[in-house]
């Protein structure tokens, strides 16, 4: 499997940027007042987008033998992850105001960009660690 490490690492980081992309293109309509981003073929355009994203993650976890909660930097990706997407439902749909809505798509695309940081740099403190 190593053999196919830079095809599987190149599907990672393209994912990554497609589904980034993705959920900045989504969150910048809906507060624009379009409907698009929440039509069908969109969000399972997304949903495939994270599938391809999470399974190159596990491939890549497997042929390196880097495990979350073993590294602490795949530690803290997992973690901000699920911060990630907990703030991306409530800036595409659950919450409550517009205010809201975008308060939580900034403070997503702030994990998302931090979440790149640490991967970039394989420490937990991601683009703080010139201040660590």
């Not at 830079?6 to 989504?26: D, T, Y």
């Amino acid at each position: 499997m190593i053999h196919f490490y830079p095809q599987i690492k190149l599907v990672h980081v393209v994912a990554v940027l497609a589904s980034g992309g993705l959920f900045f293109v989504r969150g910048l309509a809906l507060h624009l007042g379009q409907k698009w981003p929440m039509t069908a073929p969109v969000r399972y355009l997304s949903y495939t987008i994270d599938t391809v994203l999470l399974a190159a993650a596990l491939v890549l976890t497997a042929i390196l033998h880097q495990y979350p909660f073993v590294r602490s930097w795949l530690t803290v990706k997992v973690v901000l992850l699920v911060v990630y997407i907990a703030l991306g439902t409530f800036a595409l749909k659950r919450g409550q105001t517009l205010r809201a809505r975008v308060i939580c798509w900034l403070a997503a695309l702030a994990v998302y960009a931090f979440i790149i940081s640490v991967a970039r740099a394989h420490h937990p403190a991601g683009a703080l660690l010139p201040f660590a």
